[in-house]
């Protein structure tokens, strides 16, 4: 999730109606449960774990 360039809508009393202006955070898709070579029944939290050998990022999910 990269927040720079989003509105910050904390002073908006309401985001129905016209959005006009207000512009989204991006994020990007990390990890697609539906693809998981395992169940998932019950996801209960995520975090990042310790930097992978080449220098990626690891996920916990629990």
Same mark, same amino acid.
């Given at each position: 999730?990269?927040?720079?360039?989003?509105?910050?809508? $904390?002073? &908006?009393?309401?985001?129905? +109606?016209?959005? %006009?202006?207000? $512009?989204? &955070?991006?994020?990007?898709?990390? #990890?697609? #449960? =539906? *693809? =998981? @070579? #395992?169940?998932?029944? %019950?996801? *209960? +939290?995520?975090?990042? +774990? @310790?930097?992978?050998?080449?220098?990626?990022?690891? #996920?916990?999910?629990?």
């Amino acid at each position: 999730m990269a927040t720079g360039g989003a509105t910050d809508t $904390s002073t &908006i009393g309401s985001l129905r +109606g016209d959005l %006009n202006g207000v $512009s989204p &955070i991006r994020k990007q898709l990390v #990890f697609d #449960f =539906a *693809e =998981a @070579p #395992f169940p998932v029944d %019950n996801l *209960e +939290g995520m975090a990042l +774990g @310790p930097r992978l050998p080449d220098g990626s990022q690891s #996920f916990n999910f629990w």
